[in-house]
């Protein structure tokens, strides 16, 4: 059996999905590599199939319902939740692992990483349009405290490129900031998709 479970999330990805699993053939000796697909109508699951473990279509779309059911199908003890579409630019990282280190908070643009038996004690990720990565690290956080590696990941830029580093930065904040005012996550996701303030 396999230590870790890489679990990634996709829904129409074939633009990218081959470069994407292409630097993680070397870990496949340790990992198994899940994606738990969303319904996407691309060429997604043809283009992947070579590059990881298993390929399981979703009944429901949501990164966190997807996510869910990836780590219910992982042997691994360790799950790794990886976005295929993560937003983290190389000019934010520093900002970003200082954000994790002060908050203790993480998202899935940052790789996150969870003993299986600690995931499956706070329930899993909240099937939730948005916030599913922060209300998971908050739970995980009464069970002990976090834990961030230095190396920083690399991700696609396609949403900082199309809105901006700045104009990004501040819409993640606001949303976050209205998530815990109370906006509801379905409402959030909205916001998100348009990349804009209400």
Same mark, same amino acid.
């Given at each position: 059996?396999?230590?870790?479970?890489?679990?990634?999330?996709?829904?129409?990805?074939?633009?990218g999905?081959?470069?994407?699993?292409?630097?993680?053939?070397?870990?496949?000796?340790?990992c198994e590599?899940?994606?738990?697909?969303?319904g996407?109508?691309?060429?997604?699951?043809?283009?992947?199939?070579?590059?990881?473990?298993?390929?399981?279509?979703?009944d429901?779309?949501g990164?966190?319902?997807?996510?869910?059911?990836?780590?219910?199908?992982?042997?691994?003890?360790i799950l790794?939740f990886?976005h295929?579409?993560?937003?983290?630019?190389e000019?934010?990282?520093?900002?970003?692992?200082?954000?994790?280190?002060?908050?203790?908070?993480?998202?899935?643009? +940052?790789?996150?990483f969870? @003993?299986?038996?600690?995931?499956?004690?706070? $329930?899993?990720?909240?099937? %939730?349009? =948005? *916030?599913?990565?922060?209300?998971?690290?908050?739970?995980?956080?009464?069970i002990?405290?976090?834990?961030?590696?230095q +190396?920083?990941?690399?991700? @696609?830029?396609?949403?900082?490129?199309?809105? $901006?580093?700045?104009?990004? %930065?501040? =819409? *993640?904040?606001?949303l976050r900031?209205?998530?815990f005012?109370?906006?509801?996550?379905?409402?959030?996701?909205?916001?998100?998709?348009?990349?804009?303030f209400?």
């Amino acid at each position: 059996m396999k230590k870790y479970a890489i679990i990634i999330p996709t829904l129409n990805e074939a633009q990218g999905i081959v470069a994407f699993l292409e630097p993680l053939q070397s870990l496949r000796m340790q990992c198994e590599i899940i994606i738990a697909d969303g319904g996407s109508t691309d060429a997604t699951a043809s283009l992947a199939q070579a590059s990881i473990d298993l390929f399981l279509t979703c009944d429901k779309k949501g990164r966190a319902s997807q996510m869910n059911q990836g780590a219910k199908h992982a042997s691994a003890e360790i799950l790794i939740f990886l976005h295929a579409d993560t937003f983290l630019p190389e000019s934010a990282s520093f900002m970003m692992n200082w954000r994790s280190r002060l908050s203790g908070i993480a998202t899935g643009d +940052q790789a996150i990483f969870v @003993s299986k038996s600690s995931f499956d004690a706070v $329930g899993a990720y909240p099937e %939730i349009a =948005l *916030m599913e990565d922060i209300v998971l690290s908050k739970q995980l956080k009464k069970i002990t405290a976090p834990y961030c590696i230095q +190396q920083t990941v690399q991700s @696609s830029a396609r949403r900082w490129e199309s809105f $901006g580093i700045g104009r990004t %930065i501040l =819409l *993640m904040w606001y949303l976050r900031l209205r998530y815990f005012l109370g906006t509801p996550p379905k409402e959030l996701a909205a916001l998100y998709r348009q990349g804009r303030f209400k």
